[in-house]
Each structure stands twice: as C-alpha cells, then as structure tokens.
Nanobody, 121 residues
Framework: VQLQASGGGRVQPGDSLTLSCAASWRTYSSSVIGWFRQAPGQEREFVALIRRSSGTTYYGQSVKGRFIISRDNAKNTVYLRMNSLKPEDTAVYSC???????????????WGQGTQVTVSS
C-alpha cells in the first residue's frame, strides 16, 4: 500500500488549492482515507475523511464549509479542495488510509509523505 500526496504550494489568503492523494492498493470496500495537517510546533490535526465505497465525508471544525474532500475510485485518488485559505491553514498536509470512520490519527495504518501548503501575503 502506497500513498502519495501532492498539490501543495504557496498561495495568498483567500486563494484556493487542490491536493491529491494517489493510492496504490487492493480495493477494500471499507477503506477510509483521511487528510491531516501539522504545523510547526503543533500536534497533528484532523482535516477531513471520506469512505471510499459510499463517499460519506466528515470534516474538522476548522475547515468545515471551506474544504471539500472527494474521491475518484477509478483513479484510486482522493482530493482535498481547499477554498478561502487562511494563514492558519499553513501546514504539511498528509493523507492516510484506515479501516474505521474515525478522525483520530491512531485509526490510520498507512501514511503517505506530506505536501507543504503555505498561505501568506
């Protein structure tokens, strides 16, 4: 199982950015893919998750209404569309795969390398 996050970059406040998480895995109908972020000196924070089979989603409070998680099962890819970005969204964003519909990082067994998102004017 491999995961690769991409799409990070430097943007200005109010801009949008889309991250991608490409996976190479056997098709597990119960798989859940989550996005997490970690800023320097801070704990890892839950951002969003999606169940691959049903598309059911769940968001962290700090991004709810601004970020949208989606998936393309044919491409084994999960996306995170980030709108109305704020400086406090600056962090390394990582995707992970697990089997439980759970926002806790400990529920995820496989992690990909992160991608840096910087929001600054």
């Amino acid at each position: 199982v491999q995961l690769q996050a991409s799409g990070g970059g430097r943007v200005q406040p109010g801009d949008s950015l889309t991250l991608s998480c490409a996976a190479s895995w056997r098709t597990y109908s119960s798989s859940v893919i989550g996005w997490f972020r970690q800023a320097p000196g801070q704990e890892r924070e839950f951002v969003a998750l999606i169940r691959r089979s049903s598309g059911t989603t769940y968001y962290g409070q700090s991004v709810k209404g601004r970020f949208i998680i989606s998936r393309d099962n044919a491409k084994n890819t999960v996306y995170l569309r980030m709108n109305s970005l704020k400086p406090e969204d600056t962090a390394v964003y990582s995707c992970a795969i697990g089997s439980s519909f759970d926002s806790s990082p400990s529920a995820y067994q496989t992690w990909g390398q992160g991608t840096q998102v910087t929001v600054s004017s």
